[in-house]
């Protein structure tokens, strides 16, 4: 097995390796996913993410969902080793980058605990661990209880093994292009 440094960078390799027209078609796929999942569920909030480093674009979807009635959250980094935290947001509504490239809401939102979190995946294993950039905010996110209910998306070409580190959590679900999987 790979060092997760040394995976991460063929994990994006070939996550950026996806042409434009393919990507579009896959997104499209994952969003159709995720709608599904939403109306069996119907969580009242909703965390999710602005797509980042070649992340599935799911905008369209978030214009679905809010106008389906779920409350939208970005995350927001309050600190390098705090959870995340999740300020309200509707698509159209004005974005700012922080300092890590993420954009999050320019006005200054309610801040809320979505019942349910949208995760960029750039690999995960068929166990549900997640991996993403190394910076940990999700892991200490989903450490906190009560523990919202964690959704990771990601490509299909995004699966893979590590070996999880003790900081680890598992996710409940993934939905990828061509996959959807229950993982507790």
Not at 38 to 46: A, I, K, P, V
Not at 89 to 101: C, H, I, L, S, Y
Not at 147 to 157: A, C, E, H, W
């Amino acid at each position: 097995m790979q060092n997760k440094s040394a995976l991460r960078t063929s994990l994006m390799t070939a996550r950026n390796a996806i042409v434009n027209d393919q990507r579009r078609l896959l997104d499209n796929k994952i969003a159709t996913k995720i709608l599904a999942w939403w109306e069996m569920h119907q969580f009242r909030s909703l965390g999710v993410y602005w797509p980042m480093r070649g992340e599935p674009d799911l905008h369209a979807l978030y214009a679905t969902l809010q106008a389906q009635g779920a409350q939208l959250a970005l995350p927001v980094v309050t600190g390098s080793e705090q959870p995340l935290q999740f300020v309200t947001w509707t698509p159209g509504e004005a974005v700012n980058q922080d300092r890590f490239g993420a954009c999050i809401p320019a006005a200054k939102n309610a801040t809320i605990k979505p019942d349910a979190l949208l995760i960029p995946c750039l690999g995960f294993t068929r166990n549900g661990y997640r991996l993403g950039y190394g910076g940990g905010f999700y892991d200490r996110t989903l450490a906190v209880k009560p523990r919202p209910y964690s959704l990771g998306i990601g490509y299909t070409n995004g699966e893979t093994e590590f070996a999880p580190d003790t900081y680890d959590i598992v996710l409940d679900r993934i939905i990828t292009d061509t996959l959807d999987f229950t993982c507790q």
